[in-house]
């Protein structure tokens, strides 16, 4: 019911939302809009892992479209390369233009609002010939009376004192 007039009120909620994790296929292609007030506009495509292998197919991933405007397409263009992986949230837009050869053309792409580093430097790293060495000691294996010593050096990390 509305407070103001009375009136009954039907109340509807419509969700559009997608999450994503996958790699970059390539670089992402950004441009700039025109005008005074230029934006950013990056593209990409996200290789998104299925979880079930269909039987008749042998493509086990989604090769997704996105688009990202403003600051986060400025930050697709200085810190995603291929094979980034990466998790965004966005929602479904679909679309459609005609191509030079006169036919009706529909394209669906997810319209990003959050994207964010789904693996550290170091994990992605993982995939070259050599493993970076932990920054820290490991601690060694609990003694008989269930404490874990901590290694040395380790004591300005520690959240408290």
């Known amino acids: 019911m509305c407070p103001q007039c009375g009136d009954v009120v039907e109340k509807r909620t419509r969700m559009n939302k997608v999450i994503l994790m996958g790699r970059l296929t390539r670089e992402p292609e950004v441009r700039y809009s025109q005008g005074d007030n230029s934006m950013a506009i990056a593209r990409y495509t996200l290789a998104v892992d299925r979880r079930f292998r269909r039987d008749n197919s042998d493509q086990t991933a989604d090769f997704i479209g996105c688009v990202a405007f403003g600051r986060s397409a400025e930050f697709a263009e200085k810190y995603l390369h291929q094979g980034t992986k990466i ?12 191509n030079k050869d006169g036919q ?30 932990p920054s820290r000691p490991e601690p060694a294996a609990a003694p008989a009376d269930g404490f874990l010593n901590i290694p040395d050096g380790i004591d300005e990390e520690l959240p408290f004192n």
């Not at 998790?87 to 005609?98: A, H, L, M, N």
């Not at 669906?108 to 995939?127: L, M, P, Y």
């Open 87 to 98: 998790v965004i949230t966005g929602r479904i837009q679909t679309g459609s233009y005609t």
């Open 104 to 133: 009706r053309v529909y394209t669906t792409d997810v319209v990003v609002e959050d994207q964010e580093f789904a693996e550290s430097k170091n994990a992605a790293a993982g995939n070259s010939e050599f493993q970076v060495a």
